[in-house]
C-alpha cells in the first residue's frame, strides 16, 4: 500500500521531448483559435493559424495579429482573404493544400486522442470520489479491502491509459512536426529562386506590393527599388558556357545577400535580371548601395571551373527609383527601369538614379 502512487485525475505523465513541444503548441493554438472565433475547422482554416502561431510567415503574422489580439475579430471571408493574399499567393497550390489538409486531420486525431484521455481521467476522479464517500463512513474491514483493490485496479487502468496517450501523443506530433517541416519547405520552396537561392519574382511581387502597403500607412516612410542587369550576359555564355554564366548568376546573388539586410528583398527578377526593394531608404542610399555592388563584382577575379581560365572583369548595370507616394508597383519598376536602361545606354557598368521629383 505505501509503495503504490495513485495518478493524480488530470494529470499526464510528460517526457522532455523538444520535437513533441514544438509540434505541440502552434497545432493546440490553431484549434483553440478556431473555437475561440467560430471557424469551421477546415485544412484551410487550420493552416492559415497554424501560420500564424508557428512563426513561419511573418507577413500572414503582420496581418493576423490584429485580429488576433484582445477585443479582434476574425470572420471566415477575413479569414479567406488572409489565406489568399498570404498563403495562396505564395504557396505551390496543391502540394500545400494537400499537405494542409493532412496536418489538419493530423491534429483532429490528436485532439481526438487528448479528448478521449479526458473522459478516461473524468472516470478516474469519479471513481475516486465514490471510494472517498465510502471510506469516510466508518467502513469495515472487509469494507476497507475490497476499496482497496477497487482503487488498485482504477489505478493500474488510469496509468496504463496514460501511458498509451503518451505513446500515441509523441507518435501524432511527430508525423505532425515532419508535416509542418514539409509545408515549410514547400512555401519556402514555392518563393526562391532554385539557382540563385535569392528570392523569386512572386516573392518580389509580393513584397513589393507590402512596402507599397507600409509606406502608404506611413506618409514618413519611404523605399528604394533597385534593378541591377549584368552587361553582355549572353555573350559570356556563349564564349564561356551556361555553367559559367550561372556561376557568374550566383556570385551576384552572394553579394546582394550580403549588402541587405531583413527589412530589404534581393530577387532574381528574371533572367540576368535582379532587383532590390531597400527598405525605409531614399535615393542616396539606394544609388550608394548599388554603386558597391557594381564596384564589388568588377573587382572580383572570375575563373572558371575546370579550366582555371581567369576571365575578364564581368560588369552591371543598375538603375534606382525612389518610391513616390501613391503610385502602383508597376509605376515604380517602370521608373527603375528607365533608369536601368539609361545606364546601359550611356556605357553599362554605371548606376543611373532616377530622382524622386515628378516627370523624372
Not at 478556431?34 to 475547422?41: A, D, F, N, S, T
Not at 564581368?314 to 533608369?339: H, M
Request: proline share 4%; glycine share 10%; aromatic share 4%.
Amino acid at each position: 500500500m505505501a509503495e503504490m502512487r495513485a495518478m493524480m485525475p488530470g494529470q499526464v505523465q510528460q517526457q522532455s521531448d523538444p520535437g513533441l513541444e514544438r509540434a505541440r503548441r502552434p497545432a493546440e493554438a490553431a484549434w483553440e483559435a478556431l473555437g475561440r472565433y467560430g471557424l469551421p475547422p477546415s485544412p484551410r482554416n487550420y493552416e492559415l493559424l497554424h501560420s500564424f502561431y508557428s512563426g513561419a510567415n511573418p507577413t500572414l503574422r503582420e496581418r493576423l495579429a490584429p485580429c488576433l489580439a484582445p477585443g479582434g475579430t476574425l470572420t471566415e471571408e477575413l479569414a479567406g482573404t488572409l489565406y489568399e493574399s498570404c498563403i495562396a499567393d505564395t504557396a505551390p497550390g496543391a502540394i500545400v493544400l494537400d499537405g494542409a489538409s493532412r496536418l489538419a486531420d493530423a491534429a483532429g486525431r490528436l485532439a481526438e486522442r487528448v479528448a478521449g484521455s479526458r473522459r478516461a481521467l473524468a472516470g478516474y476522479a469519479d471513481a475516486l470520489t465514490h471510494w472517498s464517500g465510502r471510506l469516510n463512513a466508518r467502513p469495515t474491514e472487509d469494507e476497507l479491502m475490497t476499496a482497496l483493490v477497487a482503487l488498485i485496479g482504477e489505478t493500474e487502468q488510469a496509468q496504463a491509459r496514460n501511458r498509451l496517450l503518451e505513446e500515441q501523443l509523441s507518435v501524432s506530433a511527430g508525423h505532425i512536426d515532419r508535416l509542418h517541416r514539409d509545408l515549410v519547405e514547400a512555401q519556402r520552396a514555392a518563393v526562391t529562386d532554385t539557382l540563385t537561392g535569392l528570392a523569386n519574382r512572386k516573392a518580389f511581387d509580393q513584397f513589393l506590393r507590402d512596402a507599397i502597403t507600409r509606406t502608404r500607412a506611413d506618409s514618413g516612410s519611404t523605399f528604394c527599388l533597385i534593378m541591377l542587369d549584368i552587361d553582355h550576359f549572353k555573350g559570356l555564355n556563349d564564349r564561356h558556357g551556361h555553367r559559367f554564366g550561372d556561376q557568374v548568376l550566383r556570385l551576384l546573388a552572394r553579394l546582394l545577400s550580403e549588402k541587405t539586410t531583413d527589412r530589404d528583398l534581393a530577387a532574381r527578377y528574371g533572367g540576368e535580371e535582379f532587383a532590390i526593394v531597400l527598405g525605409e531608404a531614399g535615393i542616396g542610399a539606394g544609388v550608394a548601395l548599388a554603386q558597391l555592388v557594381c564596384d564589388r563584382l568588377r573587382g572580383q577575379r572570375l575563373v572558371k571551373r575546370g579550366s582555371g581560365e581567369v576571365v575578364a572583369q564581368v560588369t552591371i548595370s543598375a538603375g534606382v527609383a525612389q518610391y513616390r507616394p501613391g503610385e502602383a508597383a508597376r509605376d515604380v519598376i517602370e521608373r527603375a527601369d528607365r533608369a536601368l536602361y539609361e545606364a546601359k545606354r550611356t556605357g553599362r557598368d554605371r548606376v543611373c538614379p532616377r530622382p524622386q521629383a515628378a516627370g523624372a
